[in-house]
């Protein structure tokens, strides 16, 4: 089993004797249509480090070395499995679909020599073990956040990003693109979201809870055109990955406000925030003009993205403003709501029904439970209690573990003393590892409703590529883990694969944190 380094863990593997040798003159091949772009894919991800400029072509012969088929009819592979053969002649990727068969050049590539991962080209024999895998996903949300709202990381950095989680077998990109410290995307029926809500004039230096606070005095921000997020959207589809926009409301929202002070409840002035810490302003609930102002900011949104889901965020919604607008208080009284957890359940409930009628499901986090029941939300759990899942899942609510004591990336490795600032808590790689997404309390038939697993880095301490790099790898490596394979848990066994995996994330040039 030395061979197979492989993350995250394939679901059965069938050691066999001698290596294929990857050869300048071998061809890749499709059997069909849908295996055309993941033989494009691997051809294209060979071509750097081999310096090989590896054929693609249609209709394999029982000569070809490398052959990529889409079209097996093996249901317990789902739409994500695949299987993958390789003997001392030939190598054979199947799967149902052409997603099964992307992942499985992730794994092919892995059983290569980590100088594969190279931009450069490289003097190695290019050889991999014989060997017969079948693999599929344990959940089919396997996702990470990334939050742009408090730092800006540009086009091309996303780009990076999405090839390293898919080669992570990550199948969703969660983009928080709005804050109370900066909105992120060009909404054109609304010009001031980019104009004003895109920048503050200064940020915060070290921690946001010293007081005084010390400011840098450099204006800040950044956003995507449409043509960016259409093209991103454009590359992650290429990786098998959705793209999932989050458009914070009723809270985290004061960027916006900034632009258009109109929408909160005191009616401004607001100010982009330029430091890490709640808001009291938020959307106000009990004005028409903030949900025709969001319906156009939806309308935009659901033209960019093609997921069927829309993050609404949902979270950290304080109700002392709310509780002293005359506009809040006369919608509770005409709604016969009786405290801000209702009004908020009556906000994201209105959002609901808007998406729903474009054919679009919302996401969001737990807090958007506290009003009561949101039967038709998909309902991502960050708040510390495993309890709360395991009601929701109880309850039929398709949920998403997020647990913030597992999934936050953006908290310590190790001794803070010695640790890049972070915002906080404690989060060792094997804490990671040792994630079980479906709660104990949760019956057997019910483990369904847990539909994914997810990452999270947040960024208000993260603003250099590097460091996001070191904060998220290899933690993230672990938690596709937990996502991808079996249950059952070997972290030592994690351990001996990663090492030569690290290795492929240095041919990458990854600034990820070294084990101790």
Not at 118 to 133: A, G, N, Q, R, T
Not at 173 to 180: A, D, P, V
Not at 462 to 472: A, D, F, N
Not at 487 to 502: I, N, T
Request: some cysteine; overall charge negative.
């Amino acid at each position: 089993m030395n061979y197979y380094n492989i993350i995250p863990r394939p679901e059965n593997i069938e050691p066999r004797q001698g290596v294929f040798v990857l050869r300048y003159d071998s061809t890749i091949t499709y059997a069909d249509e849908a295996a055309k772009h993941p033989a494009e894919m691997l051809a294209a991800y060979l071509r750097p480090a081999t310096g090989y400029a590896l054929p693609v072509k249609a209709l394999p012969s029982p000569s070809d070395k490398i052959i990529l088929n889409a079209s097996e009819r093996t249901p317990e592979l789902g739409s994500e499995g695949y299987t993958l053969e390789v003997t001392q002649a030939q190598i054979i990727i199947r799967a149902n679909e052409s997603t099964g068969l992307f992942y499985g050049v992730q794994t092919l590539r892995q059983l290569l020599p980590p100088a594969v991962f190279s931009p450069f080209k490289e003097d190695e024999p290019w050889s991999l073990p014989c060997v017969k895998i079948t693999d599929r996903p344990r959940f089919r949300w396997r996702g990470i956040m990334f939050d742009e709202g408090r730092h800006w990381f540009g086009k091309e950095y996303v780009k990076r990003f999405i090839d390293l989680i898919s080669l992570h077998k990550y199948n969703v990109f969660h983009w928080h693109l709005t804050e109370n410290a900066g909105w992120r995307i060009d909404i054109r029926h609304y010009p001031k979201l980019r104009e004003i809500a895109a920048w503050r004039d200064k940020t915060v230096i070290g921690r946001a809870d010293r007081k005084p606070r010390e400011f840098d005095n450099k204006p800040y921000g950044g956003f995507y055109t449409q043509d960016d997020v259409r093209e991103i959207v454009e590359y992650a589809t290429a990786h098998y990955i959705k793209v999932v926009p989050e458009i914070e409301m009723p809270g985290h929202c004061q960027a916006a406000l900034a632009a258009y002070p109109e929408l909160g409840c005191s009616g401004g002035p607001y100010e982009v925030m330029d430091y890490w810490d709640y808001s009291d302003n938020n959307f106000c609930a009990g004005n028409d003009a903030v949900f025709e102002f969001l319906n156009g900011v939806l309308d935009e949104i659901c033209e960019l993205f093609p997921s069927e889901y829309i993050h609404i965020g949902g979270d950290e919604c304080r109700k002392t403003a709310w509780e002293n607008c005359p506009k809040c208080r006369k919608r509770m009284k005409d709604e016969n709501l009786s405290d801000g957890n209702k009004l908020q359940s009556y906000f994201i409930r209105r959002i609901e029904k808007y998406l729903s009628s474009k054919g679009r499901s919302i996401v969001g986090w737990d807090e958007i439970l506290e009003g009561g029941p949101e039967p038709k939300a998909l309902v991502m759990f960050w708040l510390e209690k495993a309890s709360s899942l395991e009601a929701a899942v109880n309850a039929h609510h398709h949920v998403i573990a997020s647990l913030h004591q597992y999934t936050y990336f953006d908290y310590y490795q190790g001794d803070p003393a010695k640790e890049p600032l972070a915002i906080g808590g404690m989060l060792p790689l094997e804490k990671v590892y040792s994630f079980e997404p479906v709660p104990q309390g949760v019956p057997a038939g019910m483990s369904k409703y847990v539909i994914g697993v997810q990452g999270q880095i947040w960024s208000q301490y993260i603003k250099e590529r590097k460091h996001l790099e070191y904060m998220t790898f290899p933690r993230a490596c672990a938690l596709a883990e937990v996502a991808w394979s079996l249950p059952e848990k070997d972290y030592s066994g994690f351990l001996r694969r990663l090492v030569p995996h690290l290795a492929r994330l240095d041919s990458l040039d990854v600034g990820y944190r070294k084990l101790d």
